[in-house]
């Protein structure tokens, strides 16, 4: 199944606007209800503590770890990791509700800028599987899901955006509408079997989203 299949059955569950405005944004942003998998399993990572209240995205990869980058568990960017205690995954959240909440009981750093969070417990939704493929042919479709700042109480998929290669240290470039609150955000890959995460979204270098692939391998030897 197509991402463009997959979304157009997602529209049909398309969370409703708050006021007057469209489920898709001018970007081609396309607003979904977090209702089935994949979506369910991806959810708002807030981290609030004295002065400090701010989000990214984070992706189960196992009944209690999620995916997502470093650089969110460190809110005042000195390099120490927030209180687990103050950290709060939310699957499937969507304007104030969600499908599970757990709180961080830990962190396992995996590379530059991307980590996984243990959870207090485990969430009894399914976990999205890591690509372990080859890397893919520059233009190669992607998907980009994830709790962007300006529409931070919805998900967002960018359903049309595509892989553009690798910066020396092996980083990916993408083109997908990604902005501050999707840090963390999985890009998929549509694959026979379903969609699998290929990369995270952690910012952007002269415009051009800047992405972290992830070892499955790593990841199961973790699980």
């Given amino acids: 199944m197509t991402v463009r ?10 969370v409703a606007p708050a ?10 942003r396309v607003t979904v209800a977090p209702d089935a998998h994949p979506w369910a399993s991806i959810g708002r990572l807030n981290v609030a503590g004295y002065r400090i209240r701010r989000h990214c995205t984070a992706t189960l990869v196992s009944p209690d770890l999620v995916l997502t980058a470093h650089h969110c568990l460190d809110p005042i960017g000195q390099g120490e990791w927030a209180d687990p205690s103050k950290v709060h995954f939310l699957a499937g959240y969507a304007r104030g509700a969600f499908k599970a909440h757990r709180t961080a009981s830990g962190y396992i750093p995996l590379g530059p800028d991307s ?6 417990a485990p969430i009894d939704l399914p976990a999205i599987p890591i690509y372990d493929g080859p890397l893919p042919a520059s233009g190669a479709a992607l998907a980009q899901a994830g709790y962007s700042g300006d529409r931070g109480h ?10 553009l290669g690798t910066r020396s240290g092996g980083q ?13 955000s999985p890009l998929l890959i ?34």
């Fill in 172 to 184: 990916w470039r993408h083109n997908c509408e990604a902005v501050s609150g999707d840090s963390g």
């Fill in 19 to 28: 006021g007057p405005g469209p489920a898709i944004a001018r970007d081609g």
């Fill in 5 to 14: 299949i997959l979304l157009l059955l997602a529209a049909v569950l398309a």
């Fill in 190 to 223: 549509d694959r026979p079997e379903g969609l699998s995460i290929a990369a995270i979204h952690v910012g952007r270098i002269d415009g051009t989203g800047d992405a972290e692939p992830v070892s499955a391998a790593r990841i199961a030897a973790i699980r």
């Fill in 154 to 163: 919805v998900l967002t998929v960018d359903p049309a955006c595509s892989f």
């Fill in 115 to 120: 980590a996984l969070v243990r959870l207090s």
